[in-house]
């Protein structure tokens, strides 16, 4: 089988005789081979393509929904895993019951839980807008992961909408492939809950409108732009501060040019009609979930989970949650996650230094060589700006002790623009009178669609033994295999069982706070099942008797593998409180996957 030459990469042991640099050869001899034969037809076609704009815009919208349903069989749809997962399903059940947020249960010290609040309602802490696209994927498809998947398709086909303000419409259109590669069916945005894709269609929005409303003053391309700030309010709105500052910074030329200063500040009203609405939404779901028009939910959450200052919320104070010496390890935790400051330069500059390679996930390892290019071919104020707003997110978002992908989804788009700017520039490179550039620029292009075609024919095409031998050396992709986690072994073994469940969760003192089980859907007393923390036999028994109903049950998640155990409170012995700090050295990588 083709497994079996990937068992080994050297040559006594594989089957043919090859080693790495083999492989390498024979891979890189292919593609100048595959890039000679076809390459003449493949592009008259895409740049005859590339001039008709509905259809590239539905074919590149059409290409990242197909290529994932393709995938299917063999990676179903994703089971929510993380923090972010669950709290942004939770916003989007509770929009499916026509509600911002939902009333506190009588019983909430049972559901305490990272990212959701549990009083004054119950709701997640996080900004409606991640949510209101799980729940339009809910509502026309009956799947919240399919409006991730619209979200996916929306930003590869604005890729190329926003790049024809930039550029020339074949290099717009091989942006808009670039995407499709980078963040299409085996991207993290596409395979997870936490958002990601959304974002970074607002960013696409504000960058495309941008560059039209600088040369044309259109009133049009100034609603698009408050619409891409308004999106970007909806879902991070702590991001939008450095979106506001590349806005305002992309028009200061427009200072020195009295007519165009003039021309865009008529605009202006139009941006800010467009954006009201996002603004708007937001101060209705903090009423709901807060009592206050101003208090944010992720404001009151840090507060009342061991917060310093003062809060109060239409003149009443809010009051610390009452937890235990564990719970409140896992909420300082996430206090600290959530918005700490580095201490001291030097932690800030290894950290910046540690995240380097995490930005690996926004570009092809070909395209750093188009970085390169566009690094030394930097005149004009717009790459300047390109370059400003780059290091503002990256600077800004290392104050963030945790690093997310979607933190910085809105400039993702820019990494597209700075690839193709870099192509653009490496094509214009001529030795001795011959156009070499060209011919290179475009074998990078060829090179970042074979890493892509070479890694989605395999997961077409899985097996077990070629799941085993080649996908450990997989990077930076991030794709659903059934059975492949332990909250889908438990969830398999809960749906076997007759009648409801309330499942009571027991953590080990060295439990990993960030491996969170405890969540629940909006209207909780009607949930299939039940998730509950372990206060001990006597509390337990009280929520025993609200769910009179419900096969009672333990969960210890920290067995290998979980243990799920029918539950009986008489045969508890009486525990102390487990005091101990919950591990806490967890890598970057193990908290985005």
């Known amino acids: 089988m083709i497994a079996d030459l990937f068992h080994s990469f050297l040559p006594l042991e594989n089957p043919i005789g090859f080693g790495a640099s083999d492989f390498i050869e024979l891979f890189v001899a292919a593609l100048l081979v595959a890039l000679v034969l076809v390459r003449p037809a493949m592009e008259r076609m895409l740049r005859a393509l590339a001039k008709r704009p509905a259809w590239s815009l539905l074919l590149l919208a059409a290409l990242p929904v197909v290529l994932r349903l393709f995938l299917l069989p063999h990676h179903p749809m994703p089971s929510p895993a993380s923090i972010e997962e669950f709290s942004h399903l939770l916003v989007a059940d509770t929009l499916r019951h026509f509600r911002l947020a939902n009333p506190p249960h009588p019983f909430h010290r049972f559901f305490e839980t990272l990212s959701v609040l549990q009083e004054p309602t119950y709701a997640s802490i996080y900004p409606i807008g991640s949510g209101l696209v799980l729940a339009l994927g809910r509502l026309i498809f009956r799947y919240p992961w399919a409006g991730v998947i619209l979200s996916v398709s929306a930003f590869c086909s604005l890729c190329y909408w926003m790049l024809r303000g930039w550029t020339t419409p074949a290099w717009a259109f091989a942006g808009g492939l670039l995407a499709l590669f980078q963040f299409g069916p085996l991207s993290q945005w596409m395979n997870h809950y936490a958002g990601g894709a959304a974002s970074a269609t607002a960013g696409c929005l504000v960058f495309g409108s941008l560059a039209r409303l600088e040369e044309r003053g259109r009133r049009r391309d100034a609603a698009l732009l408050g619409l891409g700030l308004g999106v970007q309010w909806l879902i991070r709105p702590d991001e939008l501060i450095f979106l506001l500052l590349s806005v305002l910074l992309f028009f200061v030329p427009a200072l020195g040019r009295p007519w165009k200063f003039s021309t865009l500040a008529r605009t202006a009203p139009v941006l800010i009609l467009a954006a009201l609405p996002a603004l708007v939404l937001t101060m209705f779901h903090n009423n709901a979930a807060t009592g206050s028009w101003t208090t944010s939910p992720v404001t009151l959450s840090r507060y009342e989970y061991g917060g310093p200052a003062p809060l109060t919320v239409n003149a009443n104070p809010i009051p610390h949650r009452e937890l235990t010496p564990q719970q409140q390890n896992f909420y300082k935790m996430q206090i600290s996650l959530g ?219 920290d067995e290998r593998p979980p243990k799920l155990s029918p539950y009986a409170p008489e045969a508890e012995p009486t525990r102390p409180l487990d005091t101990s700090k919950p591990r806490t050295n967890v890598s970057p990588f193990e908290s985005i996957h």
């Open 339 to 557: 918005g700490a400051k580095p201490e001291t330069i030097g932690s800030y500059v290894a950290r910046l230094e540690y995240r380097i390679r995490w930005y690996r996930f926004f570009l092809f390892a070909p395209l750093y060589l188009a970085l390169l290019a566009f690094l030394l071919s930097v005149r004009k104020f717009r790459d300047i700006w390109l370059l400003l707003t780059l290091a503002a997110f990256v600077l800004g978002s290392n104050f963030e002790p945790d690093f997310e992908f979607q933190n910085i989804a809105a400039i993702a788009p820019l990494f597209v623009l700075l690839s193709v700017r870099g192509l653009q520039q490496l094509s214009r490179f001529r030795l001795r009178g011959r156009a070499i550039g060209r011919e290179a620029a475009l074998f990078i292009v060829f090179l970042c669609a074979a890493h892509f075609l070479f890694w989605y024919g395999l997961h077409l095409f899985e097996t077990t033994e070629l799941t085993a031998a080649v996908i450990p050396y997989e990077t930076w992709n991030s794709i659903h295999r059934p059975g492949s986690d332990r909250r889908t072994l438990v969830a398999q073994e809960l749906a076997r069982l007759p009648r409801r469940q309330l499942v009571f969760v027991r953590y080990s003192p060295a439990h990993n706070f960030q491996d969170e089980w405890v969540y629940n859907d909006a209207d909780v007393d009607s949930a299939q099942t039940v998730w509950a923390r372990d206060r001990g036999p006597a509390e337990n028994r009280m929520l025993q008797g609200y769910y009179s109903s419900r096969s009672a049950w333990l969960l210890e998640p």
